[in-house]
């Protein structure tokens, strides 16, 4: 019989990936385990599963592979995961913007006297629409 290896995507909100298990024919599959091997029917309904059930607007939520692109993507996500660069690489001179003095900031006017009346005077403790304040 055929088979194929699937495995539920890395759980990553920011991708929309929300998965972290799923469960289809009684097999229950896990984020932290990996690759499963599974028939062909299995795989063929796995390959349109969505991360939310009923929007086919979200991420597919399983890889569905031959076993020889299993492989290749392993590898592909190890070097990925190995690109930070060391100090003992041969790194190439990053060059910044050129400093430039700052020109003083301009004066601030004071603000303009304002026509509105002001609250100075009301006491609002004696005004009945308002709750009344407590005292510390």
Same mark, same amino acid.
């Given at each position: ?41 299995? &795989? ?23 076993? &020889? ?10 070097? &990925? ?22 020109? &003083? ?32």
């Amino acid at each position: 019989m055929d088979t194929l290896l699937v495995r539920l995507k890395p759980y990553d909100p920011r991708r929309g990936h929300v998965l972290r298990r799923y469960t289809y024919a009684g097999i229950r599959f896990a984020v932290e385990r990996g690759w499963y091997r599974v028939e062909k029917p299995v &795989a063929d309904y796995l390959r349109d599963v969505h991360q939310v059930p009923g929007d086919d607007h979200t991420p597919l939520a399983f890889d569905v592979m031959t076993e &020889a692109d299993a492989k290749a993507t392993e590898a592909r996500e190890v070097d &990925a995961a190995k690109q930070r660069r060391s100090a003992t690489d041969d790194l190439q001179v990053t060059v910044g913007r050129p400093a430039t003095p700052t020109a &003083a900031a301009p004066p601030v006017a004071p603000p303009a006297a304002s026509a509105t009346p002001t609250t100075a005077g009301r006491d609002d403790d004696k005004d009945p629409r308002r709750p009344r304040r407590e005292r510390e």
